[in-house]
């Protein structure tokens, strides 16, 4: 599984619409066949800063998707209503593991 984190600093004026500007290409990559999850959350400390977490079956799963129309389409829109580049991680993973630290019996 590819799983993804990103960090997107959006503008100010454009933070509390933010889910709304990215509404379309959230909901056309969670359609795709090999998206896992694709989850936006607001950062409680920096409150312009959108994180998003995503995770693909496979590496043809995610090539496909940054082959997409949707995908083509958020690189050449979404950069307008940012403040900087977003940063990301990006690794190939097993899978989904329990927390046995917060374990709930």
Known sequence: MIF???KFPVKPEHA???PEISRAFTQAT???EGCVF???????????????IEA???DEAGGLHVQSEHFQEA?????AYLSETPDVIN??????????EMAVE
Do not use: M, Q
């Not at 690189?75 to 950069?79: A, D, H, K």
């Open 4 to 6: 993804i984190t990103a």
């Open 16 to 18: 509390d619409a933010w």
């Open 30 to 32: 969670n359609a795709e």
């Open 38 to 52: 694709f989850e936006w959350s607001r950062s409680l400390e920096e409150p312009n800063t959108y994180v998003l």
């Open 56 to 58: 693909f079956r496979d």
């Open 75 to 79: 690189t050449r829109t979404l950069p």
């Open 91 to 100: 690794v190939n993973v097993d899978g989904w593991s329990k927390l046995g």
